[in-house]
């Protein structure tokens, strides 16, 4: 793969940078390789563009997944290198003096390249960008309001693909039984992207319009919440988007419901109840029967329902403790369901919610977790951007039943 080429010999450009002085025969060859190798990759992509996330390289909207723990990811990350954007027209001398001020960044202890509006200024022609995930203002009052604008607007535009990836993911599971594990890898790397702005995350949370698109838009937010209440706990970034993936996917098994059961305004009847709660179980295998990567996530699609207490569904034969994955997601999905406008009720105010899961903590939810939970929703406020549903057709599925394990008060 030509991307992966192309970081590895930036890489050991960077490397033998720090051994040389500019002028150097061995400084001149290997920069010469990592610009061919850069000719290269713009032969087939005129402007390629990377995030870092930690332990993990994007390449556009795709992982590259031959450098995943890849050390160099972590090193650019951890002098503010978390976008790299390269326009058609770089020459060499732009690379050069890209690459040498990355180089004085690591060789000097706490450097920071500067920010992603500045490093545009950067190249003679400013013909590379790279920096953090956000942007600048002049005041901190004006940063704030224009990095929520453009995520909000970003992540707008990138909702239309993801809800297609999840019908199509929909599909796939009912055609032929399979998951299509990298749709869900790249709608969860999409979403980690948009909620990390320059210096503070923001919560990208889909707001519903019409009831038929209820599971695609719930799915999207449980993983939203459940990626935000994962770093919280300060999680490897690894277990994040883990995490992330299981909130996708735990309600799944709503592909096997009757649509007159999932489409039903009303209450549901012991029978159609029944039904309604076996989807847990039909979630959980047709992910274990997917990809044995994730067994985490069948798992998740299996207990979310069950509560701390033993109570939920579905019905356990012996008494044991679920998941840690599966307490994140069964708190996350209660609050995204009861914020949620339905067919039987009207949506409750977040500090309702986060009333409901103090008072059910130590029964209903895991105690920790429950408290961690409402303090990151606390500390949020005013870093929610509601985006609205994309124009277009509804979700693919349409559940007319709560996100809880038991009844709720009214």
């Not at 999409?190 to 503070?200: K, N, Q, R, T, W």
């Not at 109840?273 to 047709?286: D, F, N, P, W, Y």
Request: aromatic share 6%.
């Amino acid at each position: 793969m030509e991307a992966q080429r192309f970081l590895q010999t930036m890489a050991q450009a960077l490397s033998t940078m720090a051994l040389y002085k500019a002028g150097h025969p061995a400084r001149e060859r290997v920069v010469d390789r990592a610009f061919a190798q850069l000719q290269e990759l713009q032969a087939e992509n005129p402007h390629p563009d990377f995030s870092f996330l930690g332990d993990e390289v994007i390449y556009g909207n795709v992982s590259v997944r031959e450098l995943r723990d890849w050390d160099w990811s972590k090193r650019l990350v951890g002098i503010g290198v978390q976008r790299l954007e390269f326009e058609p027209e770089v020459t060499r001398d732009d690379f050069i003096v890209f690459l040498d001020d990355v180089a004085l960044k690591f060789a000097t202890p706490g450097g920071m390249v500067v920010d992603t509006a500045e490093a545009q200024q950067m190249g003679p022609r400013h013909t590379i960008r790279y920096g953090s995930l956000g942007i600048r203002s002049d005041t901190e009052e004006g940063r704030k309001l224009l990095e929520k604008e453009v995520l909000t607007a970003t992540i707008t535009y990138q909702m239309t693909e993801e809800i297609d990836s999840i019908k199509y993911m929909h599909d796939e599971v009912m055609k032929n039984g399979g998951l299509p594990l990298l749709e869900a890898e790249a709608v969860v790397r999409s979403l980690s992207v948009a909620m990390h702005g320059e210096s503070e995350m923001m919560l990208p949370l889909l707001m519903l319009k019409d009831f038929d698109q209820y599971t695609t838009t719930h799915c999207l937010n449980v993983s939203v919440l459940v990626m935000a209440l994962a770093e919280h706990l300060k999680l490897h970034a690894r277990d994040v988007r883990s995490f992330g993936v299981a909130g996708l996917l735990h309600d799944l098994g709503k592909v096997k419901i009757p649509m007159e059961i999932l489409n039903k305004p009303g209450k549901l009847t012991d029978d159609e109840r029944t039904v309604m709660q076996s989807h847990t179980i039909e979630g959980a295998k047709l992910i274990i029967t997917s990809d044995r990567e994730l067994d985490m996530a069948a798992v998740v699609a299996y207990e979310h329902h069950i509560m701390l207490n033993g109570g939920g569904y579905p019905k356990r034969h012996y008494q044991r403790d679920c998941h840690k994955a599966s307490n994140l997601v069964h708190v996350c999905d209660v609050y995204d369901a009861l914020r949620t406008n339905r067919p039987y009720r009207a949506a409750w105010e977040a500090e309702r919610v986060l009333g409901y899961i103090e008072e059910k903590a130590g029964s209903e939810f895991e105690p920790g977790i429950a408290t961690k939970f409402v303090e990151l929703m606390r500390s949020m406020e005013g870093r929610v951007a509601q985006v609205e549903y994309p124009d277009g057709e509804p979700a693919a599925l349409a559940p007319g039943t709560p996100g809880v394990a038991a009844p709720l008060p009214a």
